[in-house]
Structure formats: C-alpha cells, structure tokens
C-alpha cells in the first residue's frame, strides 16, 4: 500500500505499529513522540487514516476506540463519549461545526504502520 | 476602510437579545454590504443563555451556557467591548462613550440593555446575605454564600422567583421559603386553582410557600438574620434571593434624552425605532405596544426586526403572544392566549386531578367554536397543539373537553387527540417561536431539501436549538410531511440499512448470518456506522449468543461493550461483578476489597445491589478480572445492553412480613436471564411481599409474591420517565412465571426498536397491554413454544464474557492503551481526593 494522504509540507515518518495491531474496521492509539495518535484500519475500503486521539469535545483521549464508518461517502468516527463524529480525512467534526481534529498521513511497509506528523 | 454612508451600527449590551441581533445581521448581510458592527457588554463574559440559567446550578458551566464562543464575534468582524459598559449617548455628533472612555461613532445605534432585578424598597436589602438572581456573578456569590447557610428565602413567587427557589434548593439549602406579595404564585400566568396545585406540588418538594405576605423590613445588624412582614409575622433566614420582577435598563438612554416611560422602559414604535430615529430599543428595555416584554422569543424577533430594517427591508414588530411552557422544579406549567379569560363571551372547562397534581382550563368562546386560551399544570403534553388550536383560530371539534381530557392526567394514552394533529395546521403557524419558522418553512425544508432529521433541520432552520419546546411538534411534522409524500414511515435503522430492527432481525435469523460484515454485505451499503453497528451487535448476540469480541465483532459493538466495562469520565472504565440477587458471602465482600485496594478503584454500592469499581486503566481490566474470576466471579453485563440486576428483598428467610423467599427466586431469575442481550438495558425485581421493597414495580419485569404463588408486572422503568409496571399475571407458580417471562423477553428482544426500554416498546405496542397479554398468556400468534425455545438456546450457550477473555491471550492484548507501548497507561487520565477515596478529574 503506498501513501494515502498527500503530505501537507515536510513530514518525518515514525513507526507507530505493526498492521495487525489495529483490529480490522477499527482503530487503536499509539504513542509517536509524546503524542497521542488514533490510527484506524478501515478494512472495508482498504485504507488507513490516522487523527488526533484527543476528542475536543471534552478533551477525552478516546477517538481510537470509537466506530468507524461513514456519512454519505465520508468515511468517519465517532467519540465513544457523547458521540461527536469527525470526518477521518478532514478531521471536521460532521455534527457541530465548531470542533475539529488533526489528520496525519499513514504509511504502509513491510506489514509496518508508519505515520507522518 | 468604510466609506459607505450609514454602515456603521453600535450595540449596547451583550444578552441575549443583543447577540441575536449580531447573529441575524451577519446572516442577512448580502454581499458587497459592509458593516461595522461595535458591541459594548457590561458583563465580563460573552452572551449566555440567562433563560437557562439555574442549570448552572444543576452542573452545567459558564461555557455550556455561552451562546456563541468569544472568537465568533472576531471571526465575524465584530469589536467586542466586555466590562466596558456604554456610559454616554452624545446624539448630536453620533457618538457613544464608554466606561473605559472609549468613543465610537455610529451611524445606527441599537440599545439592547436588557433589564436588572427589580429590589423592592424594602429597608434592609444592602444587608450582607441579600442577593439578586440575575447574572452568572450573582449566581457565583449565591453559591459561595450558600455552603454556610441552613435557612434561605426567595422574595418573590413568579417564574423567575420560583426557579432561584429550585436554585436554592440545589445547593442544598435544609430550609428553602418562598414569599409572595400576591394572594398566590404565578399571578401573572396561572389562576387560582391552577397556582393551589402547583403549591401542593412544591410543597411535596420541600418548599415552604408564603402567600400574602407584605415584606417590611430584613432583619440583623449587617448580615440578614430575618424578614418582618406587614402583617407582624416573622421569618427567621440566613439568606435572601430577591427575585421580585425586573427593571428596564433604560438610564443610559434616559439622561441622553430619549423618550422613556414613566414606570420605566425605552419608548418605541411599531419598527422599535426609539424617539431618536438612529437609535433603536430591543428585548426587556424597550416598551412596545404599551408592555415590556419579559421573554426571551419576543426579545428574538425584535432583533429580527431591526436587523430586517437595517438592511433595508421593512418589517413591523406585532404585539407578540406571551404563552410560555416551564418546568418549574419538576413540575410542567403553561398557559396561552387569554388564560384568565371570563364572562358572557366565554365558556370555561375545568380538569382537576388533585392526587396526581395535574390542572387543566380551557377557555373557549361562547359559541364553541374557538380556543381563546387556557392554563395547563402538572401535565403540559397538548401544550403545543392546544396553543396551535389557539393562534390559528381552528374550529374545534363538537366536544371541546376531548381537548383536555385526552390525556387524563398523565395516563400514556396517546397524544392523538385534538383537531386533526399537526398537518392540519395553516402553513403560517408558529412552531418555534424562539427562531420564528413556520410550518411552511419546515414542510419546504423537509419535502424539498430533504432535511428529514432533526439535526438536519436545527442545522438548515436553527428550529429546537432555543428552547428546545418544539421539538417533538418537528419530529410529528418530518412524519407529517413524508406521510403525505407517500412514503410509509418506518423507524430503518440509519443511511446504511433500510430496514427496521426487527425486520433485520428476521433476516439475519433467516440467512443465519454471523457477522457484521456479511450482514453489511447482503442487506446494507456504505461503510456502516455508531448507530447500525451496535444495533447489528445487538441483534447477532441476541440471536446466536457468540461471543461479542470474536469473529470481527470487537469493533461494532459500543466501547462498553468493546472493553466489557463501562467507560467514565476520564477514559477509565468501571467494573462491576455479578452478585445474583445483591446476596453475596464476607469471603466475596473481602476479595472485592482488596482488588479495589491493589488497583486503587473508588467503590460504591450500586442502585442495583452490586458494587461498582470505578477509575480502572484499560490495560488493568484483564488482570482485576483474573482475580475477580479465581475468587467466583463473573462479569456482570453493566455495560451491556442486557439484563442487568435482579434486585431482591430479604424475604421470607428473615423477614417477619415475608410470604414466600425472593432472594432465591430472584437468584434463579438472575442466573437464568444473565448475559442475555436486547434492545436496551433489561432491569428486574422480585420482592417477597406486598410491602415491595424490592421496586419490582420499577422493573422491565417484576415479581411480587402473594400468598398463592407469584404476580409477574412488565414494562416499568425509572429513568426521566418514571413507569409503574403493569400486572401481566397473577398468582402463578414459578414454572408458569419463568415460562411468561421467557416469552415476554423474546417478543420483546425480536420486535423493539433499538435502544427502546420495554416501557416504551408497549407504550407503541398497537393494542397495548391487552394485545401483550393475548401473545404471552393465550399465544394467539402461536409463537410462545418458538419464544421459549429462542430464549432456552441463550439460556444454555450462556458464557461469561471475561472468563473467556482472560483465558484468551489474543483478546487479551486488545486491552492496551498503546499499541505501540502495551505498558503504558494513558498519562492525562487525572484523579482528584474524594472523601478517602478519588474520583474523576472534571471535565476541562
């Protein structure tokens, strides 16, 4: 699999995980220099995305364990908290405008998740 | 740089009229129009919602009641002064001073100053312990005064009296008063009758309500120990809540020589143009045909109205209707259109129910054939329709009383009653007076723009983002609308499933699909979503019973049951062992302590006999439950959507009264439904005697003993609608009881929708009780020997779930924080020192 999200400017990549640590349609968090990455495996498209683990909502670290899927044709997640749902490739959050997250890109080798921050 | 002629306006005050203003200005600004928008506010904070004001009492902050983010304004190109009031009006050179000597020319100026609290000249009030219930600052000295008072009082008995009266309460406060001047509460809105109910309702509270009473002096050297009243008697208090009316804050426009009344208020016309045509007045400052108007809707459409002009539009603002629905400390009270009217043109029909506290008039012309208005307490459900009927001048129905009597005191039974529902109403009826949309406006959103969600419309409308009060007349209009459009209306699941829950069930049963995916696959699209994969979850578990975690399950159920543990504030979860029936040995009471000791959890005995440990780290889950398994454990489904607790009276083994032993009957019941899964959560009772100490009552299912056998009631429910279960059989010996619950529980389980209790399945259940008893007890369907059959297989694949997961170690590993750093645990988890034990950090 090769790059999904075309780097913004000059990103360094980390090796977050191996693939079979993020459950299939799901995600898990890992941590990449002192940050908090929820990384998902969204296995029914075949791709990969990673955000910020932190829900702004009420600054809970809890995206990675929150559902995936979509709305419309956006692929999406939602807090497992008061279910807030963040698009997983804009990181806007698509039921209160005012809140969005960071997206990172992810990197796929050698059955290695890399991430791009 | 602004060079257009008239473009730029100054706001007086910060409300929430004076912030609606702003919003609708940046709405309806066209392009190429460019304003300058100057705001002053007094208060230190941004707008906030004052009309929910004692929720900040309840636990919401400032922040939740801000009605737009201070970086809104910015965004928005408006300078924003806060703490700077407005302090001179120079009319000649168009200029405004303010407190901080700022000066800011304008072409438009826009007095939204709002109104103080009226204090009363009573001698006394600059005591120390004397507070007015205006601002979010009040309410924080309230508070802090309140942690060392015993007795408070509120002066004043109307709407707002009343709710700093709950305040009070609230905080805590042993002994709460309130004293009215009027000969009853809520003169302006409720008549007698009405007013006596809604007393007895408070009373039951803990109120103490003094009618009648003419205050004359607060009592105590500097700090308030008293109150003497006109009539001799006294009142001892520690603290007083003045909360007898408002003032207009009209002296700025005053001294600067506009118009104003003589008991107060900016005089305005019908565009609320002040006696200074450059300057306007808008929400409780201003005076417009003849009154101020003290809420919040009015105060919106005045903004609307200036707005409008401003942008060259005419709009006239029309004397507004006053009608108003309130919960005031639990109890509903409304009125609308004329509620006091009397006389020969008018006929009155009266309902009172002084047992359950409900009152209700209508006032209906002589000829019976309008509403003129009317007076609900207690139970306001028709409030909507009836003041609907109202304002749009419906012909009523030959036998007006159906109007009130629909619903007799609260009894579910329907709200179908009045004129021919909502789609009967013209396309001009107001259905959110906070926005001002119409039916039509909606109906147009709805059929042509496809807005058939409530959110949709809140985002395409802003309708039920005020108060909140149209919401279910919205939901009746999205069904209205797409009935009419021919489509039949079923509750399908979300975008990724057109099906309803039950027929879904059938399918998967049918096609004996085992996973999401396949189901996703063959009667879905999309990618799936929160609301379909936990519904799918539920229906695969309570059709097959396999594990939940396994087979790609992990990651479509919830996070609680995704972790087998309930998610906390924080991100930590809680964990509550099985204790079949609340009856547990000191061996097992001992084992619990020392996992909560090793583990550091906050326990706390449960509402349902067990006791909850909270604060656990995810990857800490698997080994608390090892040990909890090794001592005869097992989990206890509280994050489940299944049956949670039997709760269990002593019963005959102990209890003097009791008739028959419950604890063991409800052991059985508890190991035999244990694990099941279902729409939502099931909750049990089994109590050994009449005297129902175990609120079997209060269950999904309840079991009373009588001396002949056992009575088995179904469909009760706490939560915020509180249901008595109805009886479904009497006297029936265990076997037969066991037989009807198992058929209920999977009628139930094969035929709700999702996260629908049992109470309100067989409220909509068409045929209610009677049809339920036909199906269980005289199997008219011929499907009780299936329902028993279904229900026997889950009884016998029964599992513990965390058994399986500790002896597991793939699933296991799933229990991590970090992926990456299996030992870490989540650094910003944060606990703060509870009476000896912690509890979780606030929420930021």
């Not at chain 2, 249901?723 to 619950?741: F, G, N, P």
């Not at chain 2, 996260?755 to 036909?774: C, H, P, Q, S």
Request: with cysteine; net charge negative.
């Amino acid at each position: 699999m090769e790059v999904l999200v075309a780097p913004k400017h000059e990103i360094t990549w980390h090796l977050a995980c191996r693939v079979d640590d993020i459950p299939e349609d799901g995600g898990a968090c890992a941590l990449i220099e002192g940050k908090q990455i929820a990384i998902y495996n969204f296995t029914r498209r075949g791709k990969w995305y990673a955000t910020d683990n932190e829900c702004p909502h009420r600054q809970q670290m809890a995206l990675s364990r929150g559902m995936i899927g979509s709305q419309s044709d956006e692929p999406k997640v939602a807090c497992p908290f008061h279910k807030k749902t963040f698009s997983l490739q804009t990181g806007q959050c698509l039921n209160d405008d005012s809140y969005q997250i960071n997206t990172y890109s992810v990197k796929i080798k050698d059955g290695k998740v890399y991430i791009g921050i | 740089m602004n060079t257009n002629k008239n473009n730029r306006i100054v706001v007086i005050g910060n409300g929430m009229v004076g912030y609606k203003f702003c919003e609708k200005l940046i709405a309806k600004q066209k392009n190429g129009q460019q304003f300058t928008l100057t705001v002053f506010g007094e208060e230190p904070r941004v707008a906030y919602d004052r009309v929910h004001l004692s929720a900040y009492f309840a636990g919401k902050t400032a922040e939740d009641l801000t009605l737009a983010p201070e970086n809104w304004y910015a965004e928005n190109g408006i300078q924003l002064y806060l703490s700077d009031p407005a302090v001179d009006i120079d009319r000649e050179r168009k200029e405004v001073r303010s407190h901080h000597g700022l000066v800011v020319p304008y072409d438009y100026l826009i007095l939204a100053t709002g109104s103080g609290a009226f204090v009363p000249p009573v001698a006394g009030v600059e005591k120390d312990g004397v507070f007015v219930y205006r601002t979010i600052e009040d309410l924080d000295l309230i508070q802090s005064y309140a942690r060392k008072a015993r007795k408070g009082a509120v002066l004043g008995g109307g709407l707002l009296g009343l709710e700093a009266a709950k305040a009070l309460l609230d905080l805590g406060i042993e002994e709460t008063h309130v004293v009215e001047f009027a000969t009853r509460l809520m003169p302006r809105q409720i008549d007698d009758a009405g007013s006596g109910i809604l007393q007895r309702q408070l009373e039951s509270l803990g109120l103490t309500i003094h009618l009648s009473k003419s205050t004359q002096e607060i009592t105590g050297e500097d700090t308030i120990t008293g109150m003497q009243f006109a009539d001799g008697s006294k009142l001892d208090v520690d603290m007083l809540v003045i909360s007898a009316g408002i003032r207009p804050r009209d002296e700025l426009a005053k001294s600067a020589g506009i118009d104003t009344h003589p008991r107060g208020g900016i005089i305005v016309d019908n565009f609320l143009q002040t006696s200074d045509p450059s300057i306007f007045a808008i929400g409780e400052c201003a005076v417009a045909h003849h009154m101020i108007y003290g809420l919040v809707a009015p105060g919106y459409e005045m903004a609307e109205v200036v707005a409008l002009q401003l942008m060259g539009e005419s709009k006239e603002f029309k004397p507004f209707d006053m009608s108003t629905k309130l919960k005031l400390i639990g109890t509903d009270v409304a009125s609308f259109g004329n509620p006091f009217a009397e006389g020969a043109d008018c006929r009155t029909i009266v309902y009172e129910n002084k047992a359950k506290g409900v009152y209700k008039r209508v006032n209906i012309s002589a000829d019976g054939r309008e509403l003129l208005g009317g007076i609900l307490v207690g139970d306001a459900e028709q409030y909507n329709m009836l003041l609907q009927t109202c304002k749009n001048k419906t012909i009523l129905p030959p036998n007006p009383e159906d109007l009130i009597l629909g619903s007799r005191g609260g009894d579910d039974t329907g709200a179908a009653t009045s004129v021919g529902g909502i789609m009967s109403l013209p396309d001009d009826a107001l259905i959110c007076s906070c926005e001002a949309i119409t039916k039509a406006t909606l109906c147009h959103e709805i059929s042509q723009n496809g807005h058939t969600t409530i959110d949709a419309l809140k985002k395409a409308t802003k309708a039920c983002t005020g108060c909140g009060g149209c919401t279910p007349m919205v939901k009746d209009i999205i069904q209205g609308v797409m009935k009419q459009q021919g489509i039949y209306v079923r509750n399908i699941l979300c975008e990724h499933f057109d099906y309803t829950r039950q027929e879904l069930l059938d399918l998967v049963k049918i096609n004996g699909l085992k996973t999401y995916g396949t189901v996703l696959d063959q009667f879905g699209h999309g990618d799936g979503c929160e609301v379909c994969k936990p519904a799918v979850a539920s229906i695969l578990a309570s059709l097959w019973n396999e594990n939940i975690l396994e087979k790609g399950r992990a990651t479509i159920q919830d996070s609680n049951d995704r972790f087998l543990a309930n998610i906390q504030k924080g991100g930590t979860y809680s964990v509550v062992p099985r204790i079949p029936g609340g009856e547990i040995t000191p061996d097992k009471l001992i084992v619990i302590g020392q996992v909560a000791k090793k583990y550091g959890l906050y326990t706390k005995i449960t509402g349902g006999q067990r006791i909850d440990l909270f604060g656990a780290h995810v990857s800490d889950l698997p080994n608390i439950w090892e040990e909890l398994i090794a001592a005869g454990f097992e989990s206890g489904h509280a994050y489940g959507k299944s049956l949670r607790t039997v709760k269990s009276c002593v019963g005959s083994t102990w209890c003097r009264y009791g008739v028959q032993d419950s604890v063991s009957f409800a052991i059985e019941v508890e190991d035999r439904y244990k694990g099941v899964r279902s729409p939502h959560k099931i909750k049990s009772g089994v109590s050994g005697c009449i005297r129902e100490c175990a609120e079997a009552q209060s269950k999904d299912f309840g079991i009373i003993a009588t001396e002949k056998g056992w009575n088995l009631y179904v469909g009760g429910n706490g939560g915020s609608k509180p249901q008595h279960a109805q009886l479904l059989a009497s006297d029936v010996d265990k076997e037969t009881c066991i037989r009807y619950i198992d058929r209920f529980l999977m009628f139930y389980i094969k035929t709700a929708d999702p996260l629908t209790r049992t109470a309100t399945w067989l409220n909509k259940l068409e045929g209610g009780m009677t049809y339920l008893k036909a199906v269980v007890l005289d199997d008219v369907l011929g499907i009780a020997d299936d329902l028993e059959k279904e229900m026997q297989l889950l009884v016998d694949t029964f599992k513990c779930e965390w058994t399986e997961v500790v002896e597991n170690p793939e699933l296991r590993k799933r229990f991590t924080h970090f992926v990456n750093v299996p030992e870490k645990k989540d650094p910003t988890v944060q606990f703060d020192a509870l009476r000896d034990q912690k509890r979780a950090k606030e929420w930021a």
